[in-house]
């Protein structure tokens, strides 16, 4: 702004010194460029500090009948400028400095970790569980922290969603859901898929081509029956609305104390564990393979069953299949052995494991 004003002040002898009929003609040249200039914006011109500065200035100089014609401002707009000017002169909030010492970014970090992790806990909650953890905070500082982060208070806070549920549930849920397999006749069939989400493991009980509620029923028996002892561990069966499912399917489930969730209407996501592993069976075996009709189609599943269960890594389980046992294995000093490569579904997939 200083460097604008003193360029300025410069170029103010030159104009006093120039002929009155090159200034004249230099101010019809200036006042019709200000006209095209204004018709073309609509009216609307933005104007910076220094052009405030200089109009204020030139104001006293322009006489008042020429005002409208020639000053591009009304003298309401030259008062409120004033007003703004004064007003900034007298604010001193950026001189303001918050009292005590800011918070780290790891307590900040801190506060809202807890704050994710516990919905239900408050401002005062998240202070007294950092005071036991020995950092030295004041509630009010907490809820500025989670003020600026922009959570709500705990009781309007966002609860657990159907994820976390599931997440803080998954030793006791297996979920169900049906898929199709389409024969290289172009015959349907249907299958009917269990997944337990605390280990992953698949349980693929039956094909069939007309899959009605009673067939359902017993699929279901079949489970509970594989299932033995380890049924009691589950407290949670999640499926969908299907018309298949009906209040039989769901007494034998009922019978072994368990409860059934239905996920809701047009939400695969609710179910989202099952709906993974169809489409990890699609693509790593029934895109690849031929199914030839229903035998050879329980051949195939039974098959990659097989694998999924034993063989498969799992992310959710640090790569260990679901059948593996809870400690990773780990390779003893030396020469590993030999890398043996099985073949499953005819060289679909490959399996590897060391020998001696």
Not at 42 to 52: H, L
Not at 78 to 91: C, Q
Not at 216 to 239: I, K, N, P, W
Request: net charge positive.
């Amino acid at each position: 702004m200083v460097y604008r004003i003193t360029r300025a002040l410069l170029s103010v002898p030159g104009v006093l010194l120039r002929r009155d009929t090159a200034k004249d003609a230099e101010l019809l040249v200036l006042r019709h460029e200000n006209a095209v200039l204004r018709r073309q914006l609509g009216g609307r011109v933005r104007y910076e500090p220094a052009d405030r500065f200089w109009l204020a200035a030139l104001s006293s100089l322009i006489p008042r009948c020429d005002w409208r014609r020639v000053f591009p401002v009304t003298p309401g707009t030259l008062l409120a400028w004033h007003r703004r000017l004064i007003a900034k002169r007298w604010d001193y909030s950026h001189r303001r400095r918050r009292t005590g010492r800011p918070p780290a970014a790891a307590l900040k970090k801190l506060v809202l970790r807890l704050a994710r992790e516990n919905p239900r806990w408050g401002h005062r909650r998240i202070q007294g569980e950092l005071a036991r953890l020995g950092h030295s905070i004041a509630p009010s500082t907490v809820w500025q922290i989670l003020h600026a982060a922009g959570v709500d208070p705990a009781p309007r806070r966002t609860g657990p969603g159907w994820r976390e549920f599931l997440t803080a549930q998954a030793e006791g849920i297996v979920a169900a859901d049906f898929f199709h397999i389409d024969t290289i006749t172009g015959r349907r069939l249907y299958a009917l898929a269990f997944l337990k989400h605390g280990t992953r493991k698949l349980h693929i009980t039956g094909v069939t081509a007309h899959p009605t509620a009673q067939w359902a029923v017993q699929q279901a028996r079949d489970l509970t029956a594989d299932l033995g002892s380890r049924v009691e561990s589950l407290r949670f069966v999640l499926r969908d609305r299907d018309s298949k499912y009906t209040d039989a399917f769901d007494a034998v489930f009922e019978a072994e104390g368990m409860d059934v969730l239905l996920s809701a209407p047009r939400a695969p996501r609710m179910n989202a564990h099952c709906e993974r592993v169809i489409g990890t069976i699609r693509r790593e075996a029934l895109d690849h393979v031929l199914v030839m009709n229903e035998a050879h189609a329980r051949r195939v599943l039974a098959e990659y069953q097989e694998y999924y269960n034993a063989q498969r890594p799992h992310q959710s389980r640090d790569q260990r299949p679901p059948e593996a046992p809870q400690q990773p294995l780990v390779l003893s000093a030396g020469a590993p052995g030999k890398l043996l490569r099985t073949r499953v579904l005819g060289g679909v997939i490959n399996q590897y494991q060391y020998v001696a």
